[in-house]
């Protein structure tokens, strides 16, 4: 008797089987890591870091392509439509949560964030810090507040990575919980927009820790709040932005690689397992404790779950100050 096997089947079994095998050669070529922004910043730095240790374990060249622009989004998108083998993968950051809902909200998305990506692993833990130019007369975010609110006639600015990036949330959403006004500066990355702030064009940034701790510790710039949970061990007179009476600002920051929507999933299970090994390997470790950032290597699971999370926590607050 001839049994014949649905088309849907027969489909499945092809996807399945192809899956397994690509899986298995995995990697037999270049892997290229996107930086959504310019080089020099944070994510940059660690993912340059994580690239050089995985091309020596893996035994292929992972490359960081800097694909700047667009709080990220430019840089997403062509992860996002890649092929799903394993050969692009997205390094980002915690500004990727709140630009996809932005850019989502505006109906100028490029991809469904929702749908369009797999997690693969948070890299490190790097606390997000605001900062001021070293000539701006406060100590923290809460004198800032009062200085904009009693003297009308100062036109500070404050830069961000893009549109939809995290300083541009949190800098609109204290400007409507302060009441006070700034005009928002956008740019391609962390490295330019340091500089213009240590230059004095821009009077409020901010960034993840490593960006900009040098500069903190040598003076040229204030650290004004961290928008972490508690108190960073590295700069311990720096207070929250809970303390300082902003806890709609309260905002962990962190590193962490993405893969297109299906992957296969022996291929998410050998990234993550790349990406723990590095950046747990002891030498790799110190240079990343060096820089603020503390190594992590979380499970795929926990890396989407985060993601979603933020992505909730700043939907409505993102929607109320019509961003889009």
Do not use: C
């Not at 990506?117 to 507040?145: M, Q, R």
């Not at 404050?158 to 300083?167: D, E, F, I």
């Not at 230059?199 to 040098?214: F, K, M, V, Y």
């Amino acid at each position: 008797m001839k049994i014949t096997v649905p088309q849907s089947i027969t489909l499945f079994l092809t996807l399945f089987l192809s899956g397994i095998t690509l899986a298995q050669n995995y990697p037999n070529k270049p892997i290229k890591m996107v930086v959504p922004f310019a080089a020099g910043g944070t994510t940059d730095v660690v993912a340059r870091l994580i690239a050089q240790r995985m091309s020596e374990s893996m035994g292929q060249t992972v490359v960081v392509d800097n694909r700047g622009g667009a709080g990220g989004a430019i840089g997403a998108d062509l992860v996002a439509k890649a092929a799903p083998d394993g050969y692009t993968v997205l390094m980002h950051n915690l500004t990727f949560p709140l630009s996809s809902v932005a850019q989502t909200l505006a109906g100028i998305s490029p991809f469904n964030p929702d749908t369009a990506f797999e997690g693969v692993s948070i890299a490190v833990y790097v606390p997000f810090i605001l900062t001021a130019n070293s000539k701006v007369p406060v100590k923290d975010l809460k004198e800032l507040a009062s200085l904009l609110s009693k003297d009308k006639s100062l036109q500070y600015n404050y830069g961000s990575t893009g549109p939809g990036s995290a300083v541009h949330v949190l800098g609109e959403a204290f400007k409507r919980a302060a009441k006070v006004d700034m005009e928002h500066i956008p740019f391609k990355g962390a490295a330019p927009l340091k500089q213009e702030l240590l230059s004095g064009r821009i009077q409020i940034g901010g960034d993840q820790l490593s960006t900009s701790i040098a500069e903190i510790k040598a003076g040229t710039l204030k650290a004004i709040a961290t928008t972490a949970s508690k108190r960073i061990s590295t700069l311990p007179d720096v207070p929250t932005v809970v303390e300082l009476g902003y806890p709609m600002l309260e905002l962990e920051g962190w590193n962490g690689v993405f893969a297109p929507a299906k992957t296969p999933k022996e291929i998410i299970d050998r990234l993550n397992k790349e990406i723990i090994a590095a950046v747990r390997n002891p030498e790799l470790a110190a240079r990343l404790n060096d820089m603020g950032a503390e190594p992590v290597g979380s499970t795929p699971a926990e890396q989407t779950a985060i993601y979603k999370k933020q992505m909730e926590q700043f939907r409505g607050v993102i929607k109320e100050m019509k961003m889009n």
